[in-house]
Each structure stands twice: as structure tokens, then as C-alpha cells.
């Protein structure tokens, strides 16, 4: 099912084939099988999954990717300095700060309307050398590594979350706590762009 944004008269958005591209990149394309996530790992869960499993300040603003499940049912992480594909072609508009890294901001253009800026935001990594404001980036090209970072228990993993404005959104006064309060953006299941089967877990 492709992606249509809440009552705009929008294109469908094709899916996007990152997880194809991320581990052919990682040399794993033939060690995958489907994304593992558990309870506090997906869009607007409530709960945190690391740590006391506590509930969150904020629903969650996006996916956290970190297991998966490989073709003989074992189940693995992703590793530190895995490279990150973008997921559509677009413009790099900025890097913010997180608690386990850096968070890479590209925006995209939407089929036929000049009138919503729609992004992508890749947390918790080590964003590559050279990009620069306005720098045009294709569908697989590489942005950053997962960053080795760990904190609280939290082991390192990547974070996506997509949203969306009707207005002109200066992305180098974003960080977490604006992005959190979905005034500027409004935030999108990111699972719903990636065309990857995944399997939800009932706990930790």
C-alpha cells in the first residue's frame, strides 16, 4: 500500500526500497529475511524498549530499526559504522543533535506539488563527510554510518521518522523536542514507505 498523505490531494508515494539497499550496501543482501521490532520500537508507540521500559514522554516519533531476522530464523542487530542509504532522491537540509548521535535531514519533493515539504530524518548516526546545505542526494546514496554510540542501556540502532508541512520549515531550528511536538511537521509511519515484510514482538 503506498503512502497517501491525511486528506491532501496528493499522489500515492511509491515505497521505497531501502532495506534492499541497505543491506546490499552492508554486504548482507542474502542474510535477510524481515525486520524484528518489539514492544517501543514502532511509530507512536508509548513505551519505551530499552532501559525499564518505562513509558515515554512523547509518543514515538518514528521506527527504531536494530533487529533482524535472518533465512534460518536467527535473529541479529545491526552493527556499528553500518552504512545508511537515503530512501528517495532529495536535498540535504541539515544535521541536529540526538542523545546517541547525529540526526541527518533530507527533503524530498512530492510528485507534482511545490506546496509540501516532506522529509526524512535518519537518527542515531555518524552522518559522512561533505554533505553541505542544498547538496542533491539519490535514492541509495549513502549519508551516514549507525553510530556506535551507547547510553542507559541503549544499544546502538537507527532511527527514521518522516512528516510533512504546508509551510516553508527552517529545519536548523528543528531538534527532538520541536520534532516531538509535531507542530512544524507532521509525522508519518515511516513503515509505511519502506517496502520490507517485519515482524512485531509482544515484548522485550
Known sequence: MDLKFNAMNIPPLRKSRFTEIFFRENALENSFKEWVFYKGMLFDDLNKWWGDQGRRDTPHEGVDFCFYKDGQGGVHRLNEDMKIPVMYDGVFAGIIN???????????????????????????????????????????????????????????????????????????????????ARKILRLLDPLQLIDSVYLRKAGT
Open 98 to 180: 540526538d542523545f546517541l548521535g547525529k540526526s541527518v535531514i533530507i527533503e524530498h519533493k512530492l510528485p507534482d506539488n511545490d506546496q509540501i515539504r516532506w522529509c526524512t530524518i535518519y537518527g542515531h548516526t555518524n552522518p559522512v563527510d561533505g554533505l553541505h546545505a542544498g547538496m542533491v542526494v539519490r535514492e541509495g546514496d549513502v549519508i551516514a554510518t549507525v553510530s556506535g554510540k551507547a547510553r542507559a542501556g541503549i544499544i546502538p540502532h537507527l532511527h527514521i521518522s518522516t512528516g510533512w508541512s504546508s509551510e516553508v520549515v527552517q529545519y536548523a531550528q528543528l531538534d527532538w523536542e520541536i520534532i516531538s
